[in-house]
């Protein structure tokens, strides 16, 4: 399993490396749904017990992905979801053609064209 941040929105991948919750001195970046100062204590929790990678992408990355995804599927999402569509895109996991590989699309209220035409 893999959790997905931007580059400043990055609270999980903090404490998952830090081993302990932390919180970011500043949130920043194009996917604002994302953008905790600390994540939560469970969130946290079940990431470390259960190994999930944390990886981090550009904000270029996420509007890309949504940009690339609005092409091929015909739905808009917001950046936050960009996030995990870009390892796919930007082919930062490689995958078997027998995988099974599942990706949490959702559309974001208040994402418009303009805000990803970037």
Known sequence: MYAV???????LNASLNAGKLV??????????????SQVCENAFNVASRLDVKSMLVSDAEALHA?????????????PACGVSLSLLYENKIR???ADNVLVIVCGGASVTLEGIAG
């Open 23 to 36: 919180r970011l001195d500043k949130v920043s970046g194009i996917a604002t749904t994302l953008a905790a």
């Open 66 to 78: 949504c940009r690339h995804f609005l092409d091929d599927h015909r739905v808009l999402t917001e």
């Open 95 to 97: 995958f078997k053609p």
């Open 5 to 11: 941040e931007t580059h400043g929105t990055a609270s």
